[in-house]
């Protein structure tokens, strides 16, 4: 819903945040490896390899009261730079919860990981821009 003004210079009580839903969202990178040993031999992704990966984490609410704003963007990006760092550089097959470490369990697992720190946590994105691929989970 789109809030119209009488006039845009002086209604400016009409651009108050309070009482209303935002989402704010984050993005961090890593690098990391897998393999998928349930395929079959010779299929490509039974093979090591490593993809640098996106990951977005989305948090949703109401504009704090004294704050105006949802979620400190510094208190964000440290909570999605602290779970990245967890997956930075490593073999996720190796990660306890992501010996098959599909985009969708890696959501899943990020978003256990923020789950706490972030109480709006409302979506996790993982993508793999050089491949074009994305996953989004819905919380």
């Not at 209604?11 to 993005?27: M, N, Q, Y």
């Not at 390899?49 to 109401?62: D, M």
């Not at 720190?117 to 819905?138: F, H, Q, T, Y």
Request: proline share 4%; aromatic share 6%.
């Amino acid at each position: 819903m789109a809030t119209e003004l009488a006039n845009a210079q002086t209604d400016r009580a009409a651009l108050s945040p309070e009482g209303r839903v935002f989402e704010i969202t984050k993005a961090v990178h890593f690098e990391a490896a897998h393999f998928m040993g349930g395929k079959p031999e010779g299929h490509p992704y039974r093979n090591m390899h490593g993809h640098s990966f996106r990951l977005e984490a989305t948090v949703a609410g109401v504009v704090k009261e004294g704050e105006q704003w949802v979620e400190d963007f510094s208190h964000l990006t440290a909570c999605l730079n602290a779970t990245a760092e967890k997956l930075d550089h490593k073999l996720l097959n190796e990660i306890d919860g992501l010996e098959v470490p599909t985009l969708e369990r890696i959501c899943l697992w990020v978003a256990e990981d923020l789950r706490e720190a972030l109480p709006g946590l409302k979506r996790v994105a993982l993508a793999r821009p050089s491949l074009n691929e994305r996953c989004e989970l819905v919380l």
